[in-house]
């Protein structure tokens, strides 16, 4: 029987022999659908494709999509443009009485999904940051986009929430339980970002498509940004730069065309595609437009008090508000589809539009004094409307009263657009004294929105505003 | 005249011939006889050895007929003088005696089967290796083929409900195609999709995830198991604690389904030709308002509301005819589906080589309206080979299937279909189109929306697996088994514009899926048995290595310009939503079993596993799992002994163990980048995690075996406790990471344990009347013991520590407002709103206890069995929102309204209220346990005189009942469905059908 053991030995030598080259066979390959992060920015085509995973997402993303739980539409309602049609959707009722409670889902939505997009641009930016393989130019191309994209992200966050985390980095670890930077802190990070991207992106839209950042998107928000922080020199200089590019932007005469896809008076727009193909509408415009037969799905109408701002022959109200007899309710009208499954797609949602840099130009010139080129600035966007000239019916403007219409045609310029209407109430110090007025339970910490409860739950290094 | 005339003709030839034929065997059989007196003497030696090739020594060898014969020696030889055409007797005790006639052959070498006692003759499949019920240390419950093989019924799984302990099976419903769920022992996965068992088929492990389609049956996905021919299944066993389960290590932890297909066994040809068909229709109906209650109510709404009805708020009051009746439930389900099934088996053998070869044909309809079906053609075939020396072995078998599936396309054809208003327009037109307008001028959509919407599922699926054994020497052998499976399927979904409101401007689509999963398995095996002595020993070892790949593809095609193109995808003016995913899953594996057992009387049984998956993440890819098992039969001890016959069997039997579960989706671990929804797009679809791994069941069982009088009465109880710890859940995270969570192993624990009997009565066993009774019971009991942080996590209100997986939380109903007389719920927290820190009112979905008895009788040639299904649990009704426009359970409308329970009727908006927080609360608990006739079956067997006269082996009639007669007190559709009123998943069948094997 010795044979037999010798072969039980070998039996088993043989069976951990294969045991071990088993090691190896467990490993397997990345299947086709997913690409490892390192992978990704290993080729051209791929790591191109993790950018326009960002501008597909933007149109996805709760805060930047237009519809039920973005800035445009949440923001608008905490100021004094639009109001719920219906008063029982209690969390966006919440927004429109500036009574935000901390577990507010929609306030969530826009916390949640705007640090997801900050997720996506740190992922991608420290994949460049470790890849060989890129060629240069589209490596320094894709840095400017991703920059930009989350500093845009930040100024959100920033003027929502006052002190966020300053989050950098992809790793979980870092995040988990990283506490409040301070206004100062994300206002920095937010223009050496938006520097950096200026200087790496180029000043063309490759085919044309203007949902690509460009240099000028760049220059533009940082002119937004330095106007914000009072730095009126800079916010001059930057949106004059903007203006200055007119073989790119213009401000277009006819009003129905604005908010056409390219359209040449956009900076940067996000595009519908990113839904997926099915439908080529923008959500502002299914969310804003109350149907003439469908009327019972419309959600939100615009203030009358607001409505009843305009003058009759602003082209601003003939254009770009709606009426629906059987609701009596004006609604905003900027995007002209609600509805579509048509290709081409034919409106872009905007985001950064030149009438805006004039805006910016005319406050900023206001401020220093320069009160006749601001009247200038402030002319192109009333002459565009329909209105008569200020150099025209009031030439002698006051500084106070200058500074106080160029509120007032941003309202009636922006409105429904990304939540301008709060932030310019909010930086200008008038929240407390506009909205307050008509909202007894206004409390002067209301212009910040709360951190979400959930998220202190799982982050005791979160503190809370003031007022929450 | 004259053709009865020559039929009588040609029965009266066909006679003679029959009897010419018997009369020629005899004839034949009696020269025979004569022959052997005068035939000469010859040498005849040889060997008799144990299945496992040990040789016994001892054996009687004796000539048949005659007083002459000798005894084996030690190592098992003979050697004696016989006739050369005469018959050797070997027989033993303890083994079976076989009969040899001789032949003219010098050697005869024999292997004897052990037989003891009737818990010793089935060899009950533990998947690696066989054992009996006496042997066994584990738990495994075994079906019968024959039990099963004439039930109309799909998937095999389905056809199992009620008959083994522990194993809870819930059919996926009516629809032909759907995927049960089963789980053995409980819950063990916080993760829905980590709950499924391990399939086994012949040695090949099948994927048990349900396949993914567009059709109706979308939710519950389709049966793997459904392209299997459930006639030709021999036995299904079902392995549920650690003993039984761990060595399939990490993948046992849900328990493990074996699934034996037949083998061709007969000496000599056989054919076996069957065929049955039958029909299915609903059996019940829910007793519902008819037209003049229910718009009695309506107004009474309006009266008690002080509104004026008009067309907005009462269309069915204003605008619909006020005496029109229809009875939505027998447009919705009052079809009868029609089932047939034909099989046919070719097999056949000689001592060394048996084959089996088979076809079926199955098809299924649906009680719903409309045109849909379900075919199945399945073959398969079994060729097994020993060599002359009983050494060397190879066992090939095949099964394949392709199956058929015509449904509707993703639109529920139920809930609101059944409570529509009885005196609603038509749902179809005249001519058979969608009736728009008359919904229309109500403001409704016409409820079948979608109604042409219909899926065609085509899938075929390969199982094959090819054994090889050799033994090495004597108690040695090396065996193999190689398998490979490839299922495949391919689906059109077409979606008409004419299904739906031409208003709405839906073009022509289609939506097309395809999936595939392929797998291919080698397990090289080592077998040793000996016995020094007293004490046997059982040694396995072997090794696993196993790959996966599955793809699915999916596309939708829009702006066919006719509904004849749909389909074809050339036509489409756009495809969009395409998307691919595709995975490659490599497991590895080294198994081993040692059993011993010292006279058998003592048993220890040791299984183990050491596994890598790929599905683990690259820090944790292998993990090692084993269970320890043992037994005492203690009725072998001699004290115990005297007992007999009162007590002739009694076994305790312990295991403790830990398996796991793998069903965690591939590249969990991948810190990866998927494509958007949007065109072009990559994105980060979640936060990796490197130490992502399986989840852990730890397996503790004990047991008792007793058999009273000769074994006639046999029970088994088991008492088991299963802990499932290690989840792998979303650990909870602050955005600020990016996402909310990261799939991680978290601390949280699950636990099942519970009560098992099992008992089978020889009630009569005489030559003519048998009567056999088996009944199973179970009492099971699921619990969450822990999970730390729970209330951040995304469970928060899905789970509860302390309490079962299965519950729903509830509000608690506190009466009617005196005011109002609208229902009220407690506001627990008194913040004004109802949100799930309300719900504190814990209802366990769970089942109580099931079960089933099962009675066979068969007096001479007939036989007839019935299985009864009980189960003792809770659940719930609704439809009593009165005063809505929808329709409601028939009530005493003359009780006044304050009296009844509920609440004033009413349609303004508080009342609504009222009713949809209710509905969320513990006033609808209702008893929803039932006793059910799950299957009836009678058969008659032809007379021998008669089988014989026409030439068949044999001949059988038989009739089959499925789902007879329910018992409840449940007022739903049907009490296996407790939790949804108008939900059903068993139909009445009655099938009846004919067997005659040649």
Redesign the interface.
Known sequence: MKLNIIQRIGMIIFLAASLISCEDFVEVETPNDKLIRTQVFEDDATAKSAMVGIYNQLRLAAFSNGSRSSVTLLSGLSADNIRNINTTNFTRMEFEQNELLPNNPNNLDIWSSAYNMIYMTNSLLEGLENSEKITAELKTHMEGEARFVRAFTYFYLVNLYGDVPLVLTADYSVNELISRNTETEIYEQIIYDLNESTNLLSADYPNGERTIVNKYASTALLARVYLYLEDYEKAEELSNQVILANSTYEILDNLDEVFLANSKEAIWQISPIGSGGQVSHTNEGSLFIIDPIFSFLASIQLQDEFVNSFTDQDKRFTDWVGYHPGKDAFFAYKYKIGNSSEFPIKEYSMVLRLAEQYLIRAEARAKQGQISEAIDDIDIIRGRAGLELLADIHPTITQEELLNEILEERRKELFAEWGHRWLDLKRTGKATEILGENNAFWENTDVLYPIPSEERMKNPNLSQNNGY | MKNNYRRTIWVLLLLVACLFFVFTQNMLAANNMERSSFSFQQEVSGKVTDTDGLPISGVLVSLKNTTSGTLTSLNGTYHLIAPEDGILVFSFLGFKTVEIPINYKTEINVHLEEVVSILDEVQINAGYYNTTRRERTGNISRVTGAEIELQPVVSPLQALQGRMAGVEINTGGVNPGTASTIRIRGVNSLREEGNYPLYIIDGVPINSTPIETNSIIGFAGMDPLNNLNVSNIESIEVLKDADATAIYGSRGANGVILITTKTGKTLGTGLEARIYTGVSTMPNRLKLMNTKDYLNVRRKAFENDGEEPDEYNAYDLVLWDQDRYTDWQDLLFGGTAKTTNANLVFSGGSENTSFRVGGSYFTQGTVYPGDYNYHKITGDMNINHRSKDNKFSINLSLNYGIDFNRLVGNVSLNDAVLILPPNAPAIFNTDGSLNWEEWGAANLDNPYKGFFNTTNTESNNLISNLGVSYQ??SG?KFKTTLGYTNYNSEELFMLPSRSYNPGDNVTNQSTHLSSNRNSWIMEPQ?I?KTKLNKLHIDAL???T?QENTQFQQQFQAVGYASESLIGNIAAAK?I??A????????????FSRLGINWNRKYYINLTGR?D???RFGPNN??ANFGAVGAAWIFSEEPWIEKLEPFLSFGKFRGSYGTTGNDQIG??GY???????????????TA?ANPDYSWEINKKLEVGIELGFIDDKIRLSLSRYRNRSSNQLVGY?????????S?QANLNATVQNSGWELEATSFNINTDDFKWQTSFNISFPKNELLSYPNI??SSYANTYRVGHPLNISLLYEYTGLDPETGFYTVRDVNEDG?FDYQDRIIIQDQNKEFYGGINNTFSYNNISLQFLFEFVKQEGRIDLFDAGSPYNLFERDLTTPEEEDGFQTISQSYDAYEGFSYVLDTNFLKRDASFVRLKTLSVSYSLPQKLTKVVKLKEGKIFLQGQNLLTLTSYQGLDPDLPNSTSGFRNLRTISAGLQINL
């Open positions: 090495i020497f040695l080592f040793y070892i072997g090794a290595l756009n969009i939503n998307k691919r995913s595709e995975a490659e899953y490599r497991y590895s594996a080294l050491r890598g998956s790929s890819r292998f591939d590249y991948l810190d990866a980048y998927e494509a958007t929804v949007g065109p072009g797009g990559l994105y980060p936060l909870s995270l602050p955005y600020t990471t990016g996402f909310n990261v209330e951040q709103s």
